[in-house]
């Protein structure tokens, strides 16, 4: 069996699966496309939002699914507001959880702050203009995602989950919080907004470290794996 995480592996454990059976191999991400992609020439974010030019925006990119929990992000929304009245939250990506979180939104009155803007097939050019990116699953793989910010130099924070501290290691290469606790999302967040530099300097170790994760890589460990198995 081929595991992607540490998280994965230790699920497949719990399920069964004999440790002997098991080799791990992390997700990867074209580094070089990845950066090409990021490169191209899109639209101002902001003014796809309908955001203020000034505005400071904590982005993510990931499918409207029940296990990304963006709930959890509006949860924490309203103490980031507070705390930096020009934040605002930008959405790539779609699914079935779209219209019970538009309701949620709606009740927490964060129509203003909270900005859907469905799924992007220029995500990633879009994406390094985040001024941080924010993972709030509860449940993960490894998420490529991440990888993508990361080569990408933007900021993160991410839920402590699955694969993720394999990706993000804390208050080195981003910052992690509890996989629940949306008070220490808002606070992590505000961090990351109020000391850039901080961010910065999570970037740029994360530039160096998403290597270990090109695809080449993977190609690679998998197939150690198979000529193992052969």
Known sequence: YL???EGVRAAMLASGVRTERMRIVPSGVDVDAVRAAGAEPVPSLRELAGIPANAEVLGTVASLAPHKNHVLLLESARAVIAARPRAHFVWLGDGECRPALERRRAELGLESRVHLLGFRTDAGALMRQFDVFVLSSYLEGLCT???????LGVPIVATAVGGVPEVVLDGET????HGLDAGALAAALVEALAQPELGRAWAERARRSVEAFGIAHTAERTL?????VL
């Open 174 to 177: 981003g910052r992690l919080v």
């Open 145 to 151: 995602s991440l990888l993508d910010a990361q080569v």
């Open 224 to 228: 150690a794996a198979y000529a193992e």
């Open 3 to 5: 595991c992607i995480s």
